[in-house]
């Protein structure tokens, strides 16, 4: 398929890395030197400062939105408009509701919309995932998850500390991700609490964000969000009638990627435990990608799509309007 690029930073690049067999037609970026930069590194691809152009085009078939929070939902809407078939970057608004006429109008043009909640695609996810599906944990108790970065020099200037632009701090930007893995695991949490902080970084949004989310059942999700972590750090526990999955780092700066599984005995005591490491670099981004193009081929369900991130922005949202007060 023929694929455009909106937005090419760090993200951009990413994406364009990871297309497979899939060809990059054009790219756009409002700064055209960054445009071009990227176009540079393939072959015969169009540049446009303006998003606009590149959508209306009628040789793409694919729309990759990798923007600020605040152009997300405004040229995925457009592109399903025009017909493309979009993967647009997490959180993918910067409010649930703006996501509400994009699904509508995903569903009157038949387009496919995938989120980039590329953290489902880490292979110690992939491979908790498939021993839940096993049955071999039992029924799912509980979750536990933290996540966090140290931020750098003039990070309180940068666009994610704006909230006209970011939509929110910390908790917009990597919280989602524990939301969204929380859902998948354990379903929709009705019941929802938790508070937002700036403890640190002199900015207009939060850097710390903590919630406590239920299921209707009582399944809980436990979740800290920080960006004053400064060493960088990723754990996820997930734990079941039969034991727990524990999921630390992501490669890079988080550390090796590693799960590990501790598996409750008949007698308890010491549990049996059985790790995997996943040294390589990080393929999330390709494994996503081919993910989204296989469910565009079999016409089945996109996952996670527009519903599972307003559902994620939902909950944000409650947890905004809950520290106002």
Not at 219 to 231: F, G, P, Q, R, Y
Request: aromatic fraction near 10%.
């Amino acid at each position: 398929m023929n694929v455009g690029i909106v937005g090419c930073g760090l993200i951009g690049h990413k994406r364009a890395s990871s297309l497979g067999n899939n060809i990059l037609k054009a790219v756009a970026d409002v700064t055209l030197e960054r445009a071009e930069k990227l176009a540079s590194c393939y072959k015969d691809v169009k540049t446009f400062s303006d998003w606009k152009d590149l959508v209306e085009l009628d040789d793409i078939d694919i729309v990759i939105v990798s923007t600020t929070n605040n152009w997300l939902a405004p040229i995925t809407l457009k592109a399903v408009e025009s017909g493309k078939h979009v993967l647009v970057e997490k959180p993918g608004a910067c409010h649930f509701k703006e996501l509400d006429p994009v699904i509508e109008a995903a569903r009157k043009n038949r387009a496919r919309v995938k989120v980039g909640f590329n953290l489902r695609c880490h292979p110690s996810l992939l491979k908790a995932r498939e021993i839940i599906d096993s049955g071999i944990l039992g029924k799912l108790m509980f979750i536990r998850g933290r996540y966090g970065h140290g931020g750098r020099p003039g990070y309180e200037k940068e666009w994610r500390s704006d909230p006209a632009v970011s939509g929110g701090g910390e908790l917009i930007d990597q919280g989602v991700h524990l939301i969204d893995l929380s859902r998948w695991f354990l379903g929709d949490f009705p019941i929802v609490s938790g508070s937002v902080h700036t403890y640190f970084w002199d900015m207009p949004v939060e850097d710390n964000g903590f919630l406590h989310l239920e299921t209707s059942s009582g399944n809980a999700a436990w979740l800290h969000v920080s960006c004053t972590e400064w060493k960088n750090m990723f754990s996820f526990e997930i734990y079941g009638e039969h034991g727990k999955l524990q999921v630390d780092g992501l490669g890079g700066s988080y550390g090796t990627e590693r799960l590990a599984f501790y598996r409750m005995l008949p007698q308890m005591g010491p549990p049996e435990t059985t790790i995997w490491e996943y040294p390589a670099n990080d393929m999330s981004w390709k494994i996503e990608f081919e993910e989204f193009i296989k469910a565009i081929e079999s016409n089945s369900e996109m996952q996670p799509g527009l519903k599972d991130a307003r559902a994620a922005l939902e909950i944000v949202s409650k947890i905004y309007e809950e520290s106002k007060k």
